[in-house]
């Protein structure tokens, strides 16, 4: 049975690869606004007297900002596939809930996976060098700080209709990477109180390691495990609700 | 599958009522269907019999408001869980960036003891197109396709909502061969379509539903010998009904305008005294009555408004 889970998720990937525009699209916007933002800049080395260079801060904006949203594209995936009935037909084969969720969350984050790697080359190419386990230790906190995101996405697939789905993914990833400090350091205030408790933050911080941050204190793992149980729960719960629709 | 060792698919006491604008709509009522492993079945009825709905219910898909369904002995998401089931669902379009080869393989992959790709791509005559996107085939072939997917898992219930409605004349009959070939096997089917002719030429048995409800349910033979086996249209100014009707062999007469049809149990003895009595008419046709008239007849009586 499990071994019949991962065949179908490897058709998943091959499908999500070969979706050329989906694809390309997906990992050329991060890397457009890149070079876009930071080439300009690609010689200043001490970034509003931050000790660090443009090059190095704009990637780790764009790593979390192009993560966020490669993994809740899916939700777009799978509101397409609900609109094309797909999801019926899976009812009647005996496809477990665990084994399509695997097949979901393994392929978004195959796309994030991929956004993370492609940014870390274009910051290469402008000359943002890192020691190795700070590399290691960013890439591992953003993958944990998306867990919630892709929770997140499968849930507003199963609720949002293809229509819909877009303005909605768009405008969560503009709201949450706003708030959480991706495109300027959210500081002071109200609303420093509320970005410290969205996922979006601590997806930041993440990054931030790179910029000689610290790895998350307490608050952060409370939070993002807060927003891991909440979103799972709910993600659950749209799935059931879809499902037992006709 | 032995046929006597394996119970078949059982239907009791199914309703589904749904909130409609105009107050509830009976979809389903009390349906009651016993169905003998390795049979074929066609429900048969016009849009919003409960066809559908009755077929979504059997498949888990949708939950009854009373009454149970047992496939197999098992409920149908047990069924489903444990592979006998395959289902091709009156809409749904495939999804995009596999072959069709593809497609089968992955669907396959979810089953116990499905055929092999190649024989389910034989049998459904996609060979030409098995390396193709599923987004670049044509409508009939979409619709072949998802046939291969309700075939694949080489289920012991193989259950076809409308499976030929997008279909051209050619296709429809390509899409009944097969079927044939594949009733050997032992496989229970179960198919939905409001072609009258598709149940008469493919199926044992009729089940027909008008207004949630079962009206007719045996061999499509008995089906059609449920009304006058054969017509009479005939252009005949003046005759009247009534006369007509105490013609020998005419069980009911009708008028539209100057022509009349008979409808006889005894199509020779009434077509022998139609003439002798009224040799003016003309323009004669006899035919035999298709499940078509019978449907008719059995569905035509007035109901409380459903929808």
């Keep these: 049975m499990s071994g019949a889970g991962l065949t179908y998720t490897r058709f998943e990937l091959r499908r999500t690869v ?17 070079f876009l933002i930071a080439g300009p800049n690609h010689d200043v080395n001490d970034f509003a007297n931050t000790g660090i260079s443009a090059p190095l801060y704009y990637m780790v904006g764009l790593i979390s900002f192009g993560t ?74 953003i993958l944990i700080a998306l867990i919630p995101f892709a929770a997140l996405g499968i849930a507003m697939g199963h609720l949002l209709t293809t229509d819909s789905v877009g303005p909605a993914l768009g405008g969560s990833v503009g709201l949450l990477a706003f708030l959480g400090g991706t495109w300027f350091p959210i500081t002071g205030g109200v609303l420093h109180g509320i970005a410290q408790a969205l996922p979006s933050y601590w997806l930041v911080q993440a990054s931030h390691v790179a910029l000689g941050g610290t790895v998350w204190g307490v608050t952060g793992w409370l939070v993002v495990a807060a927003w891991t149980i909440v979103l799972s729960a709910f993600a659950i719960w749209a799935y059931q609700r879809d499902t037992k629709r006709v | ?33 016993e169905i003998e492993h390795g049979e074929t079945v066609a429900l048969l009825g016009p849009n919003g019999a409960g066809k559908s709905t009755t077929i979504d219910m059997m498949l888990g898909l949708l939950p009854p408001d009373a009454g149970t369904v047992s496939l197999f002995r098992c409920d149908p998401h047990e069924a489903i869980a444990a592979g006998s ?34 024989h389910v791509l034989e049998i459904t ?43 051209d004349v050619e296709g429809r009959q390509a899409f009944w061969s097969s079927m044939r070939g594949l009733t050997d096997g ?40 449920m009304v006058g086996s054969r017509t009479i249209r005939a252009t005949l100014p003046g005759a009247s009904v009534d006369e007509l009707r105490t013609l020998p062999g005419v069980a009911s007469a009708d008028r539209h ?27 004669i046709e006899i035919s035999g009555a298709g499940l078509e008239q019978a449907f008719l007849q059995l569905t035509s009586e007035p109901e409380e408004v459903a929808a």
């Design chain 2, 186 to 225: 032992g496989t229970t089917i179960v198919f939905a379509t409001h072609y009258m002719e598709e149940a008469d030429a493919n199926a044992d048995r009729a089940i027909l539903m008008a207004h949630g409800r079962i009206v007719a349910d045996g061999p499509t033979t008995e089906i059609k010998g």
């Design chain 1, 18 to 34: 070969r979706n050329r525009r989906f694809f390309i699209l997906s990992l050329a916007f991060p890397v457009v606004l890149y």
């Design chain 2, 85 to 118: 089931v395959g289902a091709m669902l009156q809409t749904g379009e495939l999804i995009r960036d596999l072959s069709v080869r593809e497609l089968i393989a992955m669907i396959s992959s979810l089953y116990p003891a499905p055929f092999t790709v190649d």
């Design chain 2, 1 to 33: 599958m032995e046929a006597h060792t394996a119970a078949g698919i059982s239907l009791s006491g199914l309703s589904k009522t749904f909130r409609g604008p105009n107050g509830p709509v009976h979809a389903v009522r009390d349906v009651d269907v």
């Design chain 1, 68 to 141: 966020m949203s490669a993994i809740l594209s899916s939700g777009a995936r799978i509101a397409t596939e609900r609109g094309a009935g797909w999801n019926r037909q899976l009812r009647i084969t005996p496809l477990t809930p665990r084994a399509y969720f695997r097949a979901k969350i393994v392929t978004a984050y195959l796309m994030a996976g991929l956004t993370i790697l492609v940014l870390y080359i274009c910051g290469a190419t402008l000359g943002v060098s890192l020691p190795l386990a700070r590399w290691l230790a960013m890439t591992a906190l």
């Design chain 2, 125 to 167: 005559g996609l060979g030409d197109v098995a390396d193709q996107r599923t987004q670049k085939l044509s409508g009939g072939q979409t619709q072949r396709v998802r046939f291969a997917i309700a075939l694949a898992p080489n289920p012991q219930l193989l259950v076809l909502d409308e499976p030929t409605v997008a279909m």
């Design chain 2, 257 to 283: 305008g100057e022509a009349v049809i008979l409808n006889c149990d005894d199509s020779d003895a009434a077509i022998r005294a139609l003439l002798q009595r009224y040799p003016a008419a003309r323009d």
